[in-house]
């Protein structure tokens, strides 16, 4: 398949086919091919956390770490008490081996999932 056709492929369908597309590939471990669509769907429709924490998972499963920062950061921006995105970011911190940045991700995602250290 060339760049072209590889490209239709992946952009081919409404956005809710695009959406259960990645979803499949994802779950299959096909975290490329998961990321090809969700690419264009985000685009589509930036706004949505959905597809871009699915996006992000993808990019940290295929190991493009700093890719799935960029997502991640898109989603703690707009919605600061995102748990699953803090929580992401602070793993995707740690797998760059910046764990003193990712502490304060990690925390925060621990306070707004509700899972408090007993003092």
């Known amino acids: 398949m060339n760049t072209t056709e590889d490209t239709t492929y992946y952009a081919q369908g409404t956005a809710a086919e695009r959406w259960e597309r990645a979803q499949l590939f994802f779950e299959a471990k096909d975290y490329a091919a998961a990321g090809r669509v969700l690419v264009g769907l985000v685009e589509e429709v930036p706004e949505q956390t959905g597809p ?56 925060i995602a621990s306070a707004l999932a509700g899972d408090f250290e007993q003092v």
């Open 52 to 107: 871009r924490l699915l996006l992000a998972r993808s990019y940290y499963h295929s190991a493009q770490l700093r890719r799935a920062e960029a997502e991640l950061r898109t989603i703690v921006e707009r919605d600061p008490v995102e748990h699953y995105a803090r929580l992401m970011l602070g793993r995707t911190l740690q797998r760059q081996s910046r764990h003193e940045e990712a502490e304060s991700h990690l925390r």
